[in-house]
């Protein structure tokens, strides 16, 4: 199982980004997917996830600004980020559940399988 995520960068503030995961050597429809980051001296936090069902779920703080999807075509999970804020600041990684999951679920201990991390800065 392979996970790779692109897409990060600096932006400034109020700008967007689209972060992609590509997964190979997995079903990854079947299976809960999950977006995750991480700020220096702070713990990794679940940022958005989409269940085996399709349903998703982010947290607050990023809510009406995030949008996790899967792609049609490939085994490519997005997310896309608009409006960033300089606390969005972080390595994000992307990761799978390795079980069929009927909720999204944000969970560190959840999930199995993650990628290397690609890193956004927010900063004028």
Not at 35 to 43: I, L, S, T, V
Not at 114 to 122: A, L, P, S, Y
Request: proline share 3%; net charge positive; hydrophobic share 30%.
């Amino acid at each position: 199982v392979q996970l790779v995520e692109s897409g990060g960068g600096l932006v400034q503030p109020g700008g967007s980004l689209r972060l992609s995961c590509v997964v190979s050597g997995y079903t990854y429809s079947k299976h809960c997917m999950g977006w995750f980051r991480q700020a220096p001296g702070k713990e990794r936090e679940g940022v958005a996830s989409i269940s085996s069902e399709g349903s998703t779920s982010v947290i607050d703080s990023v809510k009406g600004r995030f949008t996790i999807s899967k792609g049609n075509a490939k085994n490519t999970l997005y997310l896309q980020m608009n409006s960033l804020k300089p606390e969005d600041t972080a390595m994000y990684y992307c990761a799978a559940s390795g079980r069929y999951c009927y909720r999204p679920r944000l969970g560190v201990a959840e999930y199995n399988y993650w990628g290397q991390g690609t890193q956004v800065t927010v900063s004028s």
